[in-house]
């Protein structure tokens, strides 16, 4: 057979191989035309469904918060001072790593102890003190479900009469594990706005539009104030212990300038012929005044430093937008619940329908 002949043979099957698909695809048309009454009926059925789904659905509230928080730094310009600091045995903290380097302080958003720690906050509600996770409890309605269980009814996360947070229980900590988890992932949303850029934003978004505005607020605020405190807390418990130790030295000094004096008042008209009595306690209590005025010196000096430490280590965390009433509300609207539901409920018919077609004609020609 020549080169010619494959030619006009492939060309023919091309050709027999589109008419095929073409003769297929209008035998599919014309069944489906001819099963347009049950598309029209589940399309329909779909429509109703997703006008009852859209009229009982609660709609959502949503609360956002951006705050801004500066990149991780480069070295400390204090590098050298820490560095003549280090020598002498003192650390002014300004050599530590980051532990909150790149999006690690996303996922402490959504930390269990973070989580926890909002839920268990109280606020005010109506003039009355509540705990954050009794709202949730109250507005996702987990009494009403909770009715059979006697235990689960009469749970609480608050002492009415010490107004105090007990320890808890172990069917306690496991519901508080249950909510923290479903906040986690249905609740709570925190993003960073661009990877160029250091604004990050927390979304809370749930059903009642109180527990969305104060959930967002305190979990922002716990957070941020678990941020800083960690990041500075080296450089903080330095400046705590010179503190200490440059209060410690002046009350020695002053004291034993006030000894000096003591003494010389103790002893007016002293005999001349017993000057040791007056002179060597004055002189060692000046002796011991100086030396300690030296230390102090340093310590001040050491103190001084550290502090600047500290407030060059303190983040930059500045809220730029607060979620304030009324929230952004997000109801599925009728229309679109009709429209959404008619055309899922009419799509999967028509699949269906194919697919039965296509079965039936295989067991057939087998």
Request: charge should be positive; charged fraction near 25%; hydrophobic fraction near 40%.
């Amino acid at each position: 057979m020549t080169s010619e002949n494959y030619k006009h043979l492939a060309n023919d099957q091309k050709e027999f191989s589109l008419k095929e698909i073409l003769r297929q695809v209008r035998i599919l048309y014309r069944y489906l035309l001819s099963k347009w009454v049950a598309i029209l009926l589940f399309g329909i059925l779909g429509a109703l469904l997703g006008f009852f789904y859209s009229y009982f659905k609660k709609p959502t509230y949503l609360a956002v918060t951006t705050f801004v928080l500066e990149d991780d730094k480069g070295p400390s310009s204090l590098g050298s001072i820490a560095g003549i600091a280090s020598m002498a045995g003192l650390d002014l903290g300004t050599g530590g790593g980051n532990i909150f380097q790149g999006d690690n302080i996303l996922e402490l958003y959504r930390s269990r102890k973070m989580i926890e720690k909002t839920l268990l906050t109280t606020v005010n509600f109506n003039g009355k003190k509540i705990l954050l996770v009794d709202r949730y409890i109250d507005f996702n309605e987990k009494r009403e479900k909770w009715k059979n269980n006697p235990d689960l009814v009469k749970i609480s996360f608050f002492n009415n009469q010490t107004g105090e947070i007990p320890n808890f229980s172990r069917l306690q900590d496991s519901i508080l594990g249950t909510i923290v988890s479903d906040i986690d992932k249905s609740y709570l949303k925190v993003t960073r706005l661009d990877k160029k850029l250091s604004i990050i934003k927390a979304e809370v978004v749930s059903t009642d539009e109180f527990f969305s505005k104060s959930f967002n607020e305190e979990i922002v605020k716990n957070v941020n104030d678990f941020y800083i405190q960690t990041k500075t807390k080296k450089s903080a418990e330095n400046v705590a212990i010179l503190q200490q130790k440059t209060d410690s030295v002046r009350r020695v000094m002053n004291g034993e300038i006030y000894s000096a004096a003591a003494v010389s008042d103790a002893t007016p008209n002293l005999n001349p012929t017993r000057q040791a009595q007056r002179t060597a306690p004055i002189q060692r209590s000046q002796f011991s005044a100086e030396t300690n005025k030296g230390m102090l010196t340093e310590l001040v000096k050491n103190l001084e430093l550290s502090k600047i430490s500290l407030r060059n280590e303190k983040p930059l965390l500045e809220v730029v937008d607060v979620p304030v009433f009324p929230l952004y509300k997000e109801k599925f609207g009728k229309l679109k619940g009709i429209a959404f539901g008619g055309m899922l409920f009419g799509f999967l018919t028509v699949l269906f329908l194919i697919i039965k077609k296509i079965f039936k004609n295989t067991f057939s020609e087998n």
